[in-house]
């Protein structure tokens, strides 16, 4: 018998708010939070590029610990976002709660950060790297970090799986509560590759906006990458309920597949299928009701694949939706997009307020749906639907509705 699977708590850390109300007071507001900035690597070697930093954390990264300040920021944001998502749920773990608490908090890179302070060392200074770099840089990192901190001692690992990692890790969380191999989890991904060596090689993808990032216009012209961490505290319900939790919402779906044809032009029919699967054999009785965040990074490519994959689903039925990209003020945090962008998806479902898509300048022909351009909409939402599709053509989506 498979179990339903509830959000009792949230957590976040983004370039628009680093916690849960500036992060929603940011999305419903249309804030900015990608700036100009200059990435260096000691003497001569720098790059400035518009990206989405998180300012004004230093004195919450201190108060982590001795552990966790020796860690990589990656992991540092990923603790921050989860103390929010433990707090936010008034969950305890204890002893017996520990022992059937699952940890998965994923990251599409690592420890970027420990990367370039190590060839800095080497190749700079003739020092040898920090002797606990491999601790700072494996993918894993976080959610050990998480299980002994909290002492969670059910299955805890990484995923990683490009900008797919955070609605992975979110519904392979789901998926072993669901079937009984845990009864709570911490759930998200987090992502920090704001360094020098990690923009120079996407920038020699020629993928990067040059200004700002516009999805679904038909000036964009790239992505803008930031950083940040989304964490979920996923319970089952009987048991929530038993423990008078507050359930924030149910997950209704997960789906997952890939393209199987190409590294990185995506498929139309990859991205549908997951949707549908995500969606089951639910009836979308009212599809002005429905709501979904979408991957939507302001490429030519994603953009209308994402569109027409939305249209192949609903047909019609999809003019009524709302569909918007959150990425326009927060940037694309890789792996950690799936994470944060599923608690916009949660905060829209639940203040009944679609998030706008910002810098919308011009109506493209081959994205044709209601984007909530420039400004946030209000719906009365039933059903919200978070879009991740990552590099190597893989597709995870999941969907959530109001408790």
Not at 45 to 72: F, H, M, V, Y
Not at 330 to 356: D, K, M, Q, R, T
Request: with cysteine; charged share 20%; hydrophobic share 40%.
């Amino acid at each position: 018998m498979t179990r339903n699977v509830v959000v009792t708590g949230m957590g976040v850390v983004s370039p628009i708010g680093a916690d849960l109300g500036a992060y929603w007071d940011g999305l419903s507001s249309g804030q900015n939070g990608i700036v100009n900035r200059e990435y260096t690597l000691g003497g001569d070697l720098s790059l400035t590029l518009p990206t989405a930093p998180i300012d004004g954390i230093e004195e919450r990264l201190k108060d982590l610990g001795r552990e966790l300040s020796r860690a990589d920021r990656f992991s540092q944001l990923a603790v921050l976002a989860a103390d929010e998502a433990i707090a936010n749920a008034g969950l305890e773990i204890d002893d017996e709660t520990g022992a059937r608490t699952a940890c998965i908090i994923g990251t599409g890179i690592g420890g970027q950060a420990t990367f370039d302070h190590g060839y800095e060392q080497m190749l700079r200074r003739g020092k040898r790297p920090h002797p606990l770099s491999i601790l700072k840089i494996i993918t894993n990192a976080p959610a050990s970090h998480m299980s002994i901190r909290y002492g969670a001692r059910g299955p805890a690992f990484a995923i990683s799986s490009a900008c797919a990692t955070g609605a992975h890790s979110i519904g392979v969380c789901a998926d072993i509560i669901r079937h009984g191999g845990a009864d709570v989890a911490l759930a998200g991904a987090s992502e920090a590759v704001l360094t020098f060596g990690a923009l120079t090689t996407w920038k020699a993808m020629h993928i990067l906006a040059t200004e700002t990032c516009r999805p679904f216009s038909k000036n964009r012209n790239g992505l803008i990458i930031g950083e940040g961490a989304g964490v979920l505290v996923l319970e089952e319900e009987d048991r929530a309920r038993k423990r008078g939790a507050n359930i924030i919402a149910r997950l209704a779906g997960f789906g997952m597949n890939a393209d199987g044809k190409d590294m990185i032009n995506p498929e139309v029919d990859g991205a549908a299928g997951a949707i549908r699967m995500a969606l089951g054999d639910r009836a979308i009785n009212d599809p002005s009701t429905v709501y979904i965040n979408a991957h939507g990074t302001g490429t030519l490519l994603n953009d209308p694949t994402e569109t027409k994959a939305v249209r192949e689903v609903f047909g019609a039925d999809a003019d009524a939706l709302i569909m918007s990209s959150t990425k326009s003020m927060h940037g694309h945090l890789l792996g950690a997009a799936g994470g944060i962008e599923v608690v916009a998806s949660i905060l829209a479902l639940n203040n009944n307020v679609a998030p706008p898509t910002m810098n919308y300048d011009e109506p493209d022909p081959v994205c044709d749906l209601n984007y909530a351009p420039n400004e946030a909409i209000d719906r009365n939402f039933d059903i919200a639907i978070s879009n991740s599709f990552a590099f190597g053509g893989l597709n995870a989506v999941v969907a959530f509705e109001k408790a």
